[in-house]
């Protein structure tokens, strides 16, 4: 019967990892997903955000177009969701009707100005955005008379 090497009796007794190896794996492992996480949430929240700016350009467009057509603003009369009805044929795809929170758009007409809202992620008026705060996705981004009054860019 062969003796076992002293070499290979060694390895055998190192083998594997101790609890405290395992545990700092862990909380390592732990830090770094709740980065990556924090990170990966405000990113959702930008895309929604840059989204509602690009679709208030759109509905804006439409507005314009309109106008044109008929020679006033539409009537603010109802919600949003009537507006979108108003500008269906002056869009070339759908007028959205929400913001990219699932909020609804505001609209507003006076004489010959109108101002597109939208609420930000909380959907309750309150502060302007600007550049300075376009991480604050609760802020509200306003589009008045073809340009943005306030928005994070």
């Avoid at 083998?15 to 794996?25: F, K, N, Q, V």
């Avoid at 507005?63 to 070339?92: K, N, S």
């Avoid at 699932?102 to 609209?107: Q, W």
């Avoid at 909380?122 to 009054?149: C, K, M, W």
């Amino acid at each position: 019967v062969p003796m076992p090497s002293r070499k290979r009796a060694a390895t055998d007794s190192m083998a594997g990892y101790s609890m405290i190896e395992l545990l700092i794996t862990l909380v390592l492992i732990g830090v770094i997903a709740a980065i990556a996480i924090s990170n990966l949430i405000g990113a959702h929240d930008k895309a929604r955000q840059g989204a509602t700016v690009a679709d208030m350009r759109s509905i804006a467009s439409a507005i314009e177009t309109y106008v044109i057509d008929v020679g006033r603003l539409p009537d603010p009369a109802g919600d949003f969701t009537d507006l979108e009805a108003i500008l269906t044929p002056y869009q070339a795809t759908v007028v959205p009707t929400h913001d990219h929170w699932g909020n609804l758009y505001s609209y507003t007409r006076v004489d010959d100005d109108y101002t597109l809202i939208s609420f930000g992620k909380d959907g309750v008026d309150g502060d302007d955005a600007t550049p300075a705060t376009r991480h604050e996705f609760h802020r509200d981004i306003v589009y008045s008379n073809g340009q943005f009054l306030a928005a994070p860019e």
